[in-house]
C-alpha cells in the first residue's frame, strides 16, 4: 500500500506565506511526476504546479511568479512554497503523485492526499 501525508496548511494573512509538505510512504518502487491542485468551494479541482522526475516545473498562470514547488527524492516528498498569497487562493489543496510499486513496476499508479485547508483571510 501507499500513502500520501500532506502538511502546511493553514490561515495565512494576504501577502503572506505558508509551505505544503506531501510526503508518500509504502511500497514503492519510483516515482514519476508529482503536482498539487486545488479545489474551492463549488469550484472544479484545478492544477496548480507539476514537477517531473526529471525536474521540470509547470504552473498555472494564477500563481506563476508567486508559488514554488520542488520535491526531495530521497524522502519521497513534494513540496509547494506559496508566496505573496492572496484571498484567492484559499482552498484545499491536494497532492498527487504518478508512481510504481515495487512489485508491479511496470504499472504506473495514480494518487491522491487527504488534501490540506490553505485559508488567506485578513
Known amino acids: 500500500q501507499v500513502q500520501l501525508v500532506e502538511s502546511g496548511g493553514g490561515l495565512v494573512q494576504p501577502g503572506g506565506s505558508l509551505r505544503l509538505s506531501c510526503a508518500a510512504s509504502?511500497?514503492?518502487?519510483?516515482?514519476?511526476?508529482m503536482g498539487w491542485y486545488r479545489q474551492a468551494p463549488e469550484k472544479p479541482r484545478e492544477l496548480v504546479a507539476s514537477?517531473?522526475?526529471?525536474?521540470?516545473?509547470n504552473y498555472s498562470d494564477s500563481v506563476k511568479g508567486r508559488f514554488t514547488i520542488s520535491r526531495d527524492n530521497a524522502k519521497n516528498t513534494v513540496y509547494l512554497q506559496m508566496n505573496s498569497l492572496k484571498p484567492e487562493d484559499t482552498a484545499v489543496y491536494y497532492c498527487?503523485?504518478?508512481?510504481?510499486?515495487?512489485?508491479?513496476?511496470?504499472?504506473?499508479?495514480?494518487?491522491w492526499g487527504q488534501g490540506t485547508q490553505v485559508t488567506v483571510s485578513s
Open positions: 498527487n503523485v504518478n508512481l510504481r510499486r515495487r512489485g508491479s513496476s511496470r504499472i504506473r499508479e495514480n494518487y
Open positions: 509504502g511500497s514503492i518502487f519510483s516515482i514519476d511526476a
Open positions: 514537477i517531473t522526475s526529471g525536474d521540470s516545473t
